[in-house]
């Protein structure tokens, strides 16, 4: 029987963060449990099974704790309280008897940013000090949150600012699952409704590899797809993988949702580049996993994300490799455009936007959908890749203002 997550968490003394382990053989973290100082229990990303255990090991008796945490579920993910009084079918004595032993946390709020588009971004806290970020994304007819799953990256990929973080940790079922709760509350939307809801899309392309942290990322959007939790359909989630192959089918397998693959290049040489974890899982492996993920059929097609990145992989050239890699695995896929987004530092430049049309239009004149996806939140570096956590933003602010300083002294 596997371990509940929340014993592997009471057990669990393990290094919180880690160097980054190197390019192409990186090593999972152990998720870690972090005890509050208080001795209370934080029920926050507990499933159904361990909600009970909780109960259980606070000495209910296991009747009691089962019909206590079937309310409690519903009280924290479908109605979001936090407040164990407010729980009203839970008997008076019993709201104390609670509030002395567990809590419903949220994540830390550092700071929260509003973009000129509407695109909001939050900074975040885990309890050992970790930054982490969430976007949300409004459109006319959905809503979007882009929800992290590490704090920092292994994978290095040359384009992406997160992979440039020093350390790396992997986030835990309730930092996951908070970020949707946390998104929920700024918007007001308790209890969970089906209908005219603003957060109506959740992307795991935040910060981090979700492969990397399968137990977590599975187990929190188990929760966040519950009828009776924070229903949202797995129709409606999408998770994007740089291609850990392994991890691929028991993704399909355990967690279901759409899939979207950072593909980015055609050529060993290039993604070998630019995606260092090609040396490991190669294309033609990579799409053989996506041709065998159980979800993918013309309903529910493979997004293939591609990062527009100028004279290194926008060619016309390029994208007919595309389009005949595509067609070869018999992918039923659509390829999704993403204009690089720079960051300081970054080795890479913007195609123009004639290279971007030029590939987009031979991508989709062979039958396949290729849209632009316009850059979001730019201005508070909210988009695509430019994630990196505040700590470090501010020490390079920081630079900048002493490179600045030292110009004015030169006269
Ligand atoms: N680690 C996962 C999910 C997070 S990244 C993955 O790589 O798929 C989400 C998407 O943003 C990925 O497709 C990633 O390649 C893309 N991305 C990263 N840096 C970018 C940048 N600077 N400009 C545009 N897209 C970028
Ligand atoms: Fe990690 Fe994805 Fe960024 Fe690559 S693109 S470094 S896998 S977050």
Not at 5 to 26: E, F, K, N, V
Request: with cysteine.
């Amino acid at each position: 029987m596997r371990e509940s997550g929340y014993m592997a968490r009471m057990q669990t003394d393990a290094p919180l963060s880690m160097p980054i382990p190197g390019h192409i053989d990186p090593v999972p973290v152990p998720r870690a449990f972090v005890a509050r100082p208080d001795g209370r229990i934080d029920l926050l990303g507990l499933g159904k099974p361990d909600l009970r255990l909780a109960l259980e090991t606070a000495q209910l008796e296991p009747k009691q704790a089962k019909l206590r945490a079937k309310q409690l579920w519903h009280w924290i993910y479908n109605r979001g309280v936090t407040d164990f009084s407010l729980m009203t079918d839970i008997s008076k004595t019993m709201q104390p008897w609670l509030a002395d032993r567990f809590v419903i946390s949220r994540p830390e709020v550092i700071e929260a940013q509003v973009s000129t588009d509407g695109t909001r971004k939050w900074l975040l806290r885990t309890p050992d000090a970790q930054d982490y970020e969430m976007v949300f994304i409004p459109d006319a007819d959905r809503g979007t949150l882009c929800v992290s799953s590490q704090v920092g990256c292994t994978l290095n990929c040359r384009f992406c600012h997160t992979g440039t973080m020093r350390l790396v940790r992997n986030l835990t079922e309730a930092e996951i699952v908070g970020q949707v709760m946390l998104a929920r509350d700024a918007l007001g939307e308790w209890p969970s409704q089906p209908e005219g809801r603003m957060l109506t899309n959740i992307v795991m392309m935040g910060m981090g590899e979700p492969l990397y942290n399968f137990d977590a990322v599975r187990d929190a959007l188990k929760i966040v797809m519950d009828g009776d939790g924070l229903a949202l359909s797995k129709r409606r989630i999408t998770l994007s993988t740089s291609g850990v192959v392994p991890m691929m089918a028991r993704a399909g397998a355990e967690i279901g949702v759409n899939l979207a693959v950072s593909l980015h290049a055609v050529t060993k040489e290039v993604r070998d580049e630019i995606v260092p974890l090609n040396r490991k899982y190669g294309i033609e492996e990579l799409l053989q996993a996506c041709a065998d993920y159980p979800q993918a059929n013309n309903a529910r097609r493979i997004t293939f994300e591609y990062v527009m990145l100028k004279d290194k992989n926008d060619s016309d050239a390029d994208a007919r490799e595309l389009v005949r890699l595509i067609k070869h695995y018999k992918l039923p896929a659509k390829v999704n455009l993403i204009p690089f987004n720079p960051w300081p530092g970054a080795p890479y430049d913007t195609s123009t936007p004639e290279r971007v049309r030029s590939f987009s239009n031979i991508v989709f004149e062979a039958g396949i959908s290729a849209p632009v996806r316009t850059p979001r939140g730019r201005d508070i570096d909210a988009a695509c890749g430019q994630l990196k956590t505040a700590s470090e933003k501010k020490s390079r602010a920081e630079l900048d203002r002493q490179a600045e300083e030292k110009l004015a002294a030169l006269g």
